[in-house]
């Protein structure tokens, strides 16, 4: 009787199958996962060089927004899997090992909440972010 009641709100894969597919965009998974990346301590920015130069550009010119949501990282995603890359400017001296971690892990939990499995969650550190208060070197 409890597997009834826990399950009183679940449809059955083969109904929900048969009543319409759902599909999430590659595009949705890297706003996720922007986000929670850069919410973490440690995160001076996303993207690499060439990206982050192109939204300085942008920013320039007024369109700050523009490149913002997804910038540093992508994502494939095949049915309810997912790989995702980040690409990421750390704050100078934080350890790397931390950072990277850190991000893994939020962008997996923020990802995992709408129902997605994140098989891999790959980061690259593109840089470091020396022109900050009190950083090393500055």
Known sequence: MTDA???AGAVPAATSAARGGTSVSDEVVEKIAAAA??????????????ARVLNSILD???????????RGVS?????????INVVLVIDAGQVVSDVTEAVRAAVIGAVEQYGLTVTQVNVTVDDIELNQPGAVGA
């Open 37 to 50: 990346a850069r919410s973490v301590p440690g995160v001076a920015d996303l993207g690499g060089d060439v």
């Open 75 to 83: 994502a494939d995603v095949t049915g309810s899997s997912a790989v």
């Open 60 to 70: 320039k010119v007024g369109l700050d927004e523009a490149g913002d949501a997804r």
């Open 5 to 7: 009641v826990e399950n």
